[in-house]
């Protein structure tokens, strides 16, 4: 308590006045996506407590529902340029941006997640266990909403971290499976790695800039002392290391084909988009909005990158062999790390162009993230009776499934970029584009190069669909007895899984017959 006397207390009164606010305001409307799907993380673990076994399935119908209001939530946020947790002294510099780079990312997460919970929705009961499988799945989402509108390095490591430490145990929630605890290990232990080179690099960041803030930081840079030039660009060196250990980016994809194997299929599908989308997301913002005066730096690594990814991962994918176990998953595995080569291409193209190239990149990851995650929904599909997951068991599928065939070869004939699906061919061509916009030549020739070899694998697959079907019986997953194969593929396919399969088809073909809807963020302005 002040107490004054006298004429005095005028005084008091006014230098009181005068201290500024440490108080910031927040902007609810602004960050409802990410809030709500975190809270029906908590209430999906708090219900699993009071919910009846045979009831269980019913969480899963309230993570679908939280992550349609999250969702629903992006709509009043569609204008963009709305900001909160701003510094006092400083309101134009914030750390939650929700402009429209952000809601794009965010409805590919949002959508991508809500999607992998209708593939989940199938599992047999108790496999896995469902309070703790909804909490991480729409955890994970959560972290994943939260990083593009990261404005501050400290936020956009926390929400990278949110959206990766979920995971690791999702990957491994397939009890009694050696390939699924070894996965989990895989993966956690070059995600640590990853996150570790990351906080390097930021320490030294801070080090050289004294601040967090993308903004801030940029401008910085801009003017960095002669003795501090080694520290900021050896930080720059290194949190572009990490972000690469995120998205798979050779030579740090090792984790890829294992993980994707041991993986639940939805949350292999789920790693495939949104983890990507993580990965890429956060680099954008760690390039292009904190480092561009570092950009000779990060420019032709990125550009290199990309080239060593794109040829790895179609090269890889196209040596996998039909009659493999499991060898659909690794070729989708393989195939994801080679499209992670074709969206690093106008990241780099930023560094050497003054036009806005990360459209492109969102473009193209939006295209991917509806046709890999419909050719996932089939393969979950196709395990229910093929367990083993080769591609010979693709054979005949026409026969026996005829829109799930049509579906899949879209979806890959999407992924090749070949007619039918346009929306694959006009998203190849908008990334094309901007290499030779860039004077990226070189790169370019090396993307097309790499397209002609995808599409042998993607044709492949393709053409194996609309076969007479194979006559061999399959085995059993556990091992000892077989069961013919054509009576097995009548088993009753549930609703969920046919849900995912119709909406990703139907986006498929409304994205190739109207392909402005994602191709307009490659000619305007995201930031």
Known sequence: ?????????????????????????????????????????????????????????????????????????????????????????????????????????????????????????????????????????????????????????????????????????????????????????????????????????????????????????????????????????????????????????????????????????????????????????GLILVTVVAFPAYADVWGPAIAVLAALTMTAGNVAALRQAAGRRWSAVRLLAWSSVGQAGYILVPIAAAAYSSDDQIGATVAYALMYAVVNLGAFAVVVLVARTKPLNRISDYQGLYATRPLAALALAFFLLCLAGLPPGIIGLFAKVVVFSSAVDAGLGWLAVIMGVNVVIALYYYLKWTAILFRAPAEAAEPAESGGTTAPAAGAAHRRVPAAVTAAIALTAVLGVVLSGYPQLVLRFAATSLF
């Not at 207390?9 to 305001?25: E, G, H």
């Not at 809030?35 to 219900?47: F, H």
């Not at 003795?227 to 290391?241: E, F, H, N, P």
């Open 1 to 281: 308590m002040i107490t004054t006397t006298g004429g005095a207390a005028p005084a008091v009164v006014t230098a009181a006045a005068d201290v500024p606010s440490v108080v910031q305001s927040v902007d609810w409307l602004a960050i409802a996506p990410p809030v709500i799907a975190a809270a029906t993380a908590l209430l999906c673990l708090v219900a699993d407590l009071f919910t009846a076994e045979r009831h269980k399935r019913l969480l899963g119908l309230g993570a679908a529902a939280g992550l349609v209001a999250a969702i629903i939530a992006l709509v009043p946020l569609r204008a963009g340029e709305r900001q909160t947790f701003c510094l006092t002294a400083d309101t134009a510099t914030c750390s939650y941006t929700a402009d429209h780079f952000t809601l794009a990312i965010q409805l590919l997460v949002l959508g991508g997640a809500l999607l992998t919970v209708l593939l989940s929705l199938h599992g047999s009961r108790g496999e896995p266990p469902p309070g703790e499988y909804w909490f991480l799945l729409l955890a994970s989402a959560s972290g994943a909403a939260l990083l593009p509108a990261a404005r501050d390095l400290t936020t956009l490591v926390v929400a990278l971290e949110v959206a990766s430490l979920p995971a690791f145990a999702l990957v491994g929630m397939r009890r009694g499976n050696r390939l699924s605890s070894e996965a989990a290990l895989k993966f956690f232990l070059s995600s640590v790695t990853a996150t570790a080179v990351t906080l390097l690099g930021v320490s030294f960041v801070y080090a050289a800039t004294g601040s967090l803030h993308l903004t801030r930081i940029a401008a910085e840079l801009g003017d960095v002392p002669g003795q501090l030039d080694t520290l900021a660009k050896t930080g720059v060196a290194l949190t572009l290391i990490g972000f690469a250990f995120k998205t798979a980016v050779v030579p740090f994809h090792f984790w890829v084909p294992e993980t994707y194997v041991g993986a639940p299929l939805p949350i292999a599908g789920f790693l495939s988009v949104v983890g990507k989308a993580v990965g890429f997301t």
